[in-house]
Each structure stands twice: as structure tokens, then as C-alpha cells.
């Protein structure tokens, strides 16, 4: 089955500790990215990637890293998490840039 | 200005009523556009892509408006399922997507 997953789907966490929530799909997709949803503003674009070693800063980069290393893989990398950051996360594939995007099932994260 | 924009709504009508929704954007170099819908805080699902010669899919229909840079949606015939709300996207020039904050729908027995 195609889809993307994505860990863990809820996470609650302090201020300052590192944490990775991870993305993978299986459609071999080049064109990945990154998004968190706030109440009132949509979702706004974190960090996406065109291809392996290929990423760029979305809207809201800021306290945010990412790597792609591998085509299906795309982590998102909190390293000092703040409660600010707080919000549902969402990761997302495509075949390339103008087609559709599939998305993962999303992460609560919460940090106190 | 946001980017993208959207009537938040709510729009509550009933079942059987045409509804449209409008969504207009900035970047006039943007060059793709989507319509997602997203329930109750779940993962979005593209409902249609939109084309400059607007397309129909069952009782939805798209149209894009390049020359005053907005995006159109009508649902026909609502039905309870059509409640959600409705995302309207822009992939602009610089390899960037663009969320609109999205309409809520609320279709009524």
C-alpha cells in the first residue's frame, strides 16, 4: 500500500530536549516536505526537499533542521524544542513539485 | 497580505444546496494549484487539481482565474459526507506550497 508514515504520532516533551519525528514513503517520491497546522493559520510549510541532499527553508524554518539522506526518508530534527513549537505536524510526498502531495497521518507534539 | 487567502466560513447549508468557495493568491508566478479537503484535524487528501480550463469531477467543480489570481469551487447536490473543511493550495515559482487557512463546510440534514 502507498503511503507515507510518519513517528511517533504524539509526543509530549520539555523544553529543550532534542527529538526527531520521523517520515518515510514508499513511492519512491523525490519531492518531500515538511508542514505544522496552528488553530487559525493553516499549514505553513517547515522545510521541503527536491531530492537526496537537496533541501530548502519553507515559510517557518526557525528551531527547525531536516536531512535527506535517503529518497524515502525525511526526518524532521527539533534540536531544543520550545512550547512555541508546539502544533500538529504533518509530512508529505510527491512525485515532484506540481503534483499532488500525499500526506502522512500527522504528529501532536506538544512541549511544556 | 497572506499569500494565499480564504473565507474561513463557517458555511452551514443544507443538504442539496450548491456551495462555491473562492481563494485568491499573490504570487503571480505561482504555477499550480489544488484544492485539499481535510477532516476533523486529519492528514488533508487533494480533492482536484485546478486547470486554467477549469475541470469537473462529479459535483465538484475548479476553475482558476490567472488573470485576477483566483481559484474557484463548487460543490453541487451537498451531501452530509461533503462536511470538512476545504484547503485551497499554491505551489508558487520558488518550489514553495502555499496553504490557504481553509472553509469550513457544515452540510445539514
Known amino acids: 500500500e502507498a503511503q507515507v508514515t510518519q513517528n511517533p504520532r504524539y509526543l509530549i516533551t520539555v523544553t529543550g530536549k532534542k527529538l526527531t519525528v520521523t517520515c518515510s514513503q514508499n513511492?519512491?517520491?523525490?519531492?518531500m516536505s515538511w508542514y505544522r497546522q496552528d488553530p487559525g493559520l493553516g499549514l505553513r510549510q517547515i522545510y521541503y526537499s527536491m531530492n537526496v541532499e537537496v533541501t530548502d527553508k519553507g515559510d517557518v524554518p526557525e528551531g527547525y533542521k531536516v536531512s535527506r539522506k535517503e529518497k524515502r526518508n525525511f526526518p524532521l530534527i527539533l534540536e531544543s524544542p520550545s512550547p512555541n513549537q508546539t502544533s500538529l505536524y504533518f509530512c508529505?510526498?510527491?512525485?515532484?513539485?506540481?503534483?499532488?502531495?500525499?500526506f502522512g497521518p500527522g504528529t501532536r507534539l506538544t512541549v511544556t | 497580505r497572506k499569500e494565499v487567502e480564504q473565507d474561513p466560513g463557517p458555511f452551514n447549508v443544507p443538504e442539496g444546496a450548491t456551495v462555491a468557495f473562492n481563494c485568491t493568491y499573490s504570487n503571480s508566478a505561482s504555477q499550480s494549484f489544488f484544492w485539499y479537503r481535510q477532516d476533523c484535524r486529519k492528514e488533508p487528501k487533494l480533492l482536484m487539481s485546478?486547470?486554467?480550463s477549469g475541470n469537473e469531477d462529479g459535483r465538484f467543480t475548479a476553475q482558476l482565474n490567472r488573470a485576477s489570481q483566483y481559484i474557484s469551487l463548487l460543490i453541487r447536490d451537498s451531501k452530509l459526507s461533503d462536511s470538512a473543511t476545504y484547503l485551497c493550495?499554491?505551489?508558487?515559482?520558488?518550489?514553495?506550497?502555499?496553504f490557504g487557512a481553509g472553509t469550513r463546510l457544515f452540510v445539514k440534514a
Open positions: 508529505a510526498s510527491s512525485a515532484g513539485f506540481s503534483y499532488e502531495q500525499y
Open positions: 485546478v486547470y486554467s
Open positions: 493550495v499554491v505551489n508558487t515559482g520558488g518550489f514553495k506550497t502555499i
Open positions: 513511492m519512491n517520491h523525490e519531492y
